[in-house]
């Protein structure tokens, strides 16, 4: 079975960065596109940032660009999402999945019909 395991989240305070990491079994993860998702309590939950199969082609939502990046290690089946300059807007669940696909006009959607347990990324001020 497909199982993401994801890793990194933690309590920081403004300004300041984290490195989430995305580690994936179960599948040939070299063939997918990967993806970052989060949801804060009472809000919907939002596509953060993708990056296609070889890692030639990512996108970002605009409140995230400049300040996150992500990548990918297909050696490990690992994918990362590197965060600065964090603000309490950027608190919440992140979560990661295989995706459909990683494009700038079509939504997140997960290959396997959801998103991982995630890992809580909360941001003081």
């Known amino acids: 079975q497909v199982q993401v395991v994801e890793s990194g989240g933690g309590l920081v305070q403004a300004g300041e960065s984290l490195r989430l990491s995305c580690t994936v079994s179960g599948l040939t993860f070299e063939n997918h596109a990967m993806g970052w998702s989060r949801q804060a309590p009472g809000k919907e939950r939002e596509g953060v940032s993708c990056?296609?199969?070889?890692?030639?082609?990512?996108h970002y939502v605009d409140s995230v660009k400049g300040r996150f990046t992500i990548s990918r290690d297909n050696g490990k089946n690992t994918v990362y999402l590197q965060m600065s300059v964090l603000s309490p807007e950027d608190s919440g669940m992140y979560s990661c999945?295989?995706?459909?696909?990683?494009?700038?006009?079509?939504?997140?959607?997960?290959?396997?019909?959801?998103w991982g347990q995630g890992t809580q990324v909360t941001v003081s001020s």
């Open positions: 990056i296609n199969w070889n890692g030639g082609y990512t």
């Open positions: 999945a295989p995706l459909r696909f990683c494009s700038d006009t079509r939504p997140m959607t997960p290959l396997y019909g959801d």
